[in-house]
């Protein structure tokens, strides 16, 4: 490999210093830093460590690892801490398998974890399962570093068999545990922590961040295309600064074009925090957590920085990885290449009688509730609007009817109905639905939504809006959940179709992420599933 030294001001964020430097790599390793004791500071070019998105579930952004990282690394992104945890509830072991194989076509540190919870709930249909055998065979492995999302908190605090087999595999083979656990608050949370599940990205109130804090819980902060709790947390980092990080979770490609962790540290410092405790939450505390091989700057360390043109903007001026330049001024030097398939994909195409429901005389249905920004739902109830025997949507009062269809087998379609999605035209569907991914779909009238839904069993997988005489599908045949095409091109092709959802009424902010999360049982706290209406507090369907 190549030798090379570069100039700037290194931001040493282990000393919180800032000073003029040379730094030289030879063959991906950083030799020496020299301060350079007689050059003033400049208004321009900081080196600093690389950023690390310390949560991800890379099949969000519906791109294949190795174009995920293409698109990351302009934004100063080395590294991932991620959960194949998607792929897997689609695909089993050789999902993983195929996540970390394609990361490794890249110059890129993919971290990926053994998931936890495959699938994650028995009130679901998934296409794999993973028991505490398959979990430990993955902890084994090099590749993966830690146990992901532990989101049976119930099984935990229960003392599951099956799930405390999985967290003793993570602790004697000396591997950190992920939590997941919304809303758990005082002797249940202490109970969970007290499990060794030492991180949390769940919590949407500081006061609960606060109350898993005081039990020695790292609180991941949040802010991906759907779930956004930035705002809410960001203050604990002036009194927390080695008990944060940062992470997006879920990002769509469109969002991964325009910007990365960086974002959230350009958000950090203008809200007044000190750079070098933003700096510690972005760069540091994931690789000393985590235990990645991720460089930090130092002497000997991987030569993984990046050369930001300000501490504001963090605008990334270039990006080095394994003392590689992988990007500069906004353009990756990761070139696309095309991906092979796998697929788990087992469903016909509909009739749209499938999609009626009957009136059975109710004066009041339960509905689902969606919260813009959130992962969280909540109940409501209201009179049903009815035709020829019907109960049907109601574009007035925005109570649209909400599907789940069955993808691995053929099976009578689950309905329900939500509010706030505010289409007034047409229907929008997914093949990516959290976590077991089968086809959810929302609409105005059963043939748009029929229409949507087959689309998607056409393509094998995808996103699909139908509106008025207009058909757009995003084909998705990676799992259904990723394209392995051009990455700047699938963002593309999002950002019409998403456009598309909003022209058809959807007040959401992001239309397609907020319906991905409406099968996600296990964040209350009513969601649908292809096995029916589930009530996330109780832990059982609605009857």
């Known amino acids: 490999m190549s030798s090379f030294t570069i100039s700037g001001n290194l931001v040493d964020i282990h000393k919180q210093n800032i000073y003029p430097a040379e730094i030289t790599v030879e063959n991906g390793k950083i030799t020496s830093i020299n301060e350079s004791p007689h050059s003033p500071l400049t208004t321009h070019h900081y080196l600093l ?57 890249v110059p890129f540190k993919f971290n990926f974890g053994a998931p936890s919870c495959v699938p994650a709930t028995t009130f679901e249909t998934a296409g794999a399962a993973l028991d505490a055998t398959d979990v430990e065979e993955l902890l084994q492995r090099d590749e993966i570093k830690y146990l992901s999302e532990m989101m049976n908190f119930p099984g935990v605090l229960f003392k599951d068999a099956e799930v405390m087999k999985k967290i003793a595999a993570a602790h004697r083979l000396n591997k950190p545990v992920d939590g997941h656990a919304p809303g758990l608050r005082g002797e249940e949370a202490k109970k969970y922590i007290e499990a060794g599940i030492y991180t949390d990205h769940e919590c949407f109130t500081r006061e609960e961040a606060l109350d898993k804090l005081q039990y020695g ?88 920085f990046i050369l930001v043109r300000d501490l504001e903007k963090f605008q990334v001026a270039k990006t080095f990885i394994n003392g590689k330049l992988v990007a500069e001024n906004g353009v990756s030097g990761i070139e696309t290449t095309k991906s092979g398939v796998i697929n788990n994909f087992s469903c016909n195409k509909k009739d749209i009688n499938g999609f009626e429901i009957k009136w059975q005389g109710e004066k009041e249905i339960q509905i689902i509730e969606a919260l813009d920004g959130q992962l969280i739902t909540n109940k409501l109830s209201f009179a049903p609007k009815t035709e020829n025997g019907n109960i049907v949507s109601d574009t007035e009062r925005d109570i649209l009817k909400i599907v789940v269809v069955n993808r691995y087998n053929e099976a009578p379609v689950a309905k329900s109905f939500i509010t706030n999605f505010g289409l007034k035209r047409g229907a929008i569907a997914s093949s990516v639905a959290h976590d077991s991914h089968n086809i959810i779909a929302v609409g105005v009238d059963d043939e748009s939504i029929c229409t949507a839904v087959n689309l998607l069993v056409e393509h094998k997988g995808g996103v699909s809006c139908v509106n008025d005489d207009t058909e757009l599908v995003v084909p998705l045949p990676v799992a259904g ?4 095409e051009d990455g700047y091109k699938i963002a593309e092709q999002y950002s019409l179709i ?46």
């Open 49 to 105: 460590p690389g950023f690390i998105d310390s949560h991800v579930h890379i099949e969000s952004s519906m791109l294949v690892p190795s174009e995920f990282a293409r698109l990351a690394v302009v934004h100063g992104t080395v590294a991932t801490v991620s959960d194949p945890h998607e792929i897997a509830n689609v695909c089993g072991m050789k999902g993983v398998e195929f996540m970390i194989e394609n990361g490794k076509t």
């Open 217 to 304: 819980m790292k609180i991941i902060i949040r802010e991906g295309s759907a779930a956004k709790n930035f705002e809410a947390l960001i203050d604990l980092l002036n009194d927390y600064p080695d008990m944060i990080m940062f992470c997006s979770d879920d990002k769509h490609p469109d969002s991964l074009v325009l910007g990365h962790i960086n974002q959230l540290c350009a958000r950090a410092v203008a809200k007044g925090i000190d750079v070098f405790k933003i700096l510690q939450a972005a760069c540091i505390n994931p690789v000393l957590h985590y235990k990645l091989d991720v460089g930090l700057l130092r002497e000997g360390d991987p030569a993984d």
């Open 481 to 484: 959940l990723m394209s392995n």
């Open 498 to 543: 998403d456009k598309a959802a909003k022209e058809a009424g959807s007040t959401l902010a992001s239309p397609f992420m907020t319906l991905s999360f409406m099968a996600l049982l296990v964040i209350p706290h009513l969601k649908l599933s292809d096995m029916g209406l589930f009530d996330g507090d109780r832990f059982e369907f609605v009857q």
